[in-house]
């Protein structure tokens, strides 16, 4: 089982980000989808998810709702984050993580699989 996440980088704030997380040795198309964040000194924190391809939900968190964005394409076994209007409280290390089951849920603790993350640093 593997789960890469790239595309971090500096951005300015304001700026945009899209992330890609890409899967394989798992049957992605049976798994919701979530970007789980994790701020240097902070506990990590889920930031938006996708349910499997049976149900498509999509679920954020407060403080990024209007301004991030995630989909999927089972075809490519591949999930994004669009991040827009980035701001400095954004900083953090990004994963994503797979959890069996068709509907996702913003607020898990628990994940079957586990990436490796990407930075994303907001800095003028």
């Known amino acids: 089982v593997q789960l890469q996440a790239f595309g971090g980088g500096l951005v300015q704030p304001g700026g945009s980000l899209r992330l890609s997380c890409a899967a394989s040795g798992f049957a992605f198309d049976k798994h919701d989808m979530t970007w789980v964040r994790q701020a240097p000194g902070k506990q990590r924190e889920g930031v938006s998810c996708?349910?499997?391809?049976?149900?498509?939900?999509?679920s954020y968190i407060d403080s990024v709702k209007g301004r991030f964005t995630t989909s999927r394409d089972d075809a490519k076994n591949t999930v994004y984050l669009q991040m827009n209007n980035l701001k400095p409280e954004d900083t953090a290390v990004y994963y994503c993580?797979?959890?069996?089951?068709?509907?996702?849920?913003?607020?898990?603790?628990?994940?079957?699989?586990w990436g490796q993350g990407t930075l994303v640093t907001v800095s003028s």
């Open positions: 996708i349910g499997a391809a049976s149900d498509g939900n999509t």
């Open positions: 993580a797979a959890v069996l089951f068709p509907r996702c849920h913003i607020g898990r603790s628990w994940y079957d699989y």
